[in-house]
């Protein structure tokens, strides 16, 4: 990754950029993180406008927690790729620090998605989302966006975010005086 400014790092054979930033105000949060059943469903609802959750969970990072979320949303331009971001929120009472990868298709758009979705029914490969059953977003939840087949796609843009969150969540370390303020 090559720095872009102070918060900011691009790779330029990818497009992939990693940002870093503080926030300063109350988490945005649609729930509180030890309410993942209502975090997730709420999640879904707001992603559903743009693109679609993928995922959420809630990791710790440096002994703090926080949320962890991977969605899509599809490239404004002729073409429609997509892209797939990872994101990871650690939230304070009134402020929060936000570490994000937003990676675009540099494949063939759609490439992961025609070759799983060849492999299974409709049905199947467009299942309820796991969060909000019933929910029809923007884009729609798919089977192909599931962890599984990410080995098969080493170069794709979903396992790329994902590979970066494994390799830096582990290694993320607070400021000591970010973890001392109060809960959120």
């Not at 570490?99 to 409709?122: A, H, L, N, V, Y």
């Not at 199947?124 to 909000?132: D, G, L, N, R």
């Amino acid at each position: 990754m090559q720095q872009l400014d102070d918060t900011t790092w691009g790779n330029p054979a990818t497009r992939d950029v990693v940002a870093l930033n503080y926030v300063n105000g109350a988490p945005d949060l649609p729930a509180r993180l030890d309410d993942p059943k209502r975090l997730r469903r709420r999640l879904a609802e707001h992603h559903a406008r743009t693109g679609c959750l993928i995922e959420a969970f809630v990791v710790w990072v440096d002994q703090l927690p926080a949320l962890l979320r991977v969605e899509k949303t599809r490239m404004p331009g002729p073409h429609g790729e997509l892209v797939f971001a990872a994101s990871i929120v650690v939230p304070r009472d009134r402020c929060s620090a936000v570490f994000q990868i937003i990676c675009p298709e540099t494949g063939p758009p759609g490439e992961r998605e025609r070759t799983i979705g060849s492999r299974f029914r409709r049905d199947e490969m467009c299942p309820p989302h796991p969060y909000a059953p019933g929910l029809h977003g923007k884009l729609p939840y798919l089977l192909s966006d599931d962890v599984r087949f990410d080995a098969e796609f080493p170069h794709h843009a979903l396992t790329r975010a994902r590979r970066w969150v494994a390799e830096t969540v582990p290694n993320v370390q607070v400021a000591p005086s970010f973890a001392a303020l109060p809960e959120f």
